[in-house]
């Protein structure tokens, strides 16, 4: 069973920064696919994104595009979220989660795995 174990949350001001890190172990195979999701209190879980086994291919929310990135380190077993211009919006906790298929979903159900969250609030 694939463990996932996410650290880096905390809190920061608007506009600041933060990387939150995921690390992977316990994996009987290769994970093609890691993401992120975020939830904040009284609301679903809502994707945030999704990068491929090879690290070619992202996918991200709207809500984040062009200040959140997401990579990975194969060799470490390492997920990344790096997010910048953080907004009081972006305040949930985030998930990292890992797929067995290839396929870049965006929902909740598209994932296998799940760590258990670590919390990002922004204030103003």
């Known amino acids: 069973q694939v463990q996932l174990v996410e650290s880096g949350g905390g809190l920061v001001q608007a506009g600041g920064s933060l990387r939150l890190s995921c690390v992977a172990s316990?994996?009987?195979?290769?994970?093609?696919?890691m993401g992120w999701f975020r939830q904040a209190p009284g609301k679903e879980r809502e994707f945030v994104a999704v990068?491929?086994?090879?690290?070619?291919?992202?996918n991200y929310a709207d809500s984040v595009k062009g200040r959140f990135t997401i990579s990975r380190d194969n060799a470490k077993n390492t997920a990344y979220l790096q997010m910048n211009s953080l907004k009081p919006e972006d305040t949930a906790v985030y998930y990292c989660a890992a797929a067995r298929g290839y396929a870049l979903g965006r929902g909740p159900t598209d994932m296998d795995y799940w760590g258990k969250g670590t919390s990002v609030t922004v204030s103003s």
């Open positions: 316990g994996r009987p195979f290769s994970i093609p696919v």
């Open positions: 990068i491929d086994w090879s690290g070619g291919s992202t």
